[in-house]
């Protein structure tokens, strides 16, 4: 992670804690562990920020708890006409409470780099990695 991100990795993430991992295209892969404490480290893992070199210099060790090939897929349920709402997609969005924008900008939740989610919420989504595992 960036500076950003330092205070949340200092007070709020620590050895033990579990999270899903997301990744780009509405797709919800795994269930990890961290393990340790975060450190700072200046070495190169050929990440990239805006298509140029980014160290992500502040880090946290994790295992994989559990991970699907096919993964969890969420993509927007809900689209206004006039004013009222229409849901014409209903998926996997509609299964959990912290997205609460579940129109074409749903996304906007997940484009950070770590977010506190309800245990309900955890639940729900590690249930349905762990369905999809083969």
């Known amino acids: 992670m ?4 330092y205070v949340t990795l200092d ?3 620590k050895a033990g804690d ?6 780009h295209g509405g797709n919800f892969r795994a269930i990890i562990e961290f393990v340790g404490e975060y450190f700072y480290s ?3 893992l050929g ?19 559990h991970e699907t090939v096919e993964p969890v897929r969420i993509s927007f349920s809900t689209g206004e ?20 924008d579940k129109g074409r900008t749903w996304n906007q939740y ?4 770590i977010i506190n989610i309800t245990k309900e919420d955890f639940y729900t989504l590690s249930g349905e990695i762990k369905g999809k595992i083969q």
């Open 47 to 65: 990440w990239t920020k805006n298509k140029k070199k980014f160290l992500f210099p502040y880090r946290i060790k994790f295992k994989v708890i």
């Open 81 to 100: 006409i006039g004013q009222k709402a229409q849901l014409y997609n209903p998926n996997f969005i509609d299964d959990v409470v912290f997205i609460a």
């Open 2 to 5: 960036d500076a950003r991100y």
């Open 42 to 44: 200046e070495d190169d």
């Open 18 to 23: 579990q999270a899903v991992v997301y990744t």
């Open 110 to 113: 997940l484009q950070v780099s």
């Open 11 to 13: 007070k709020f993430v």
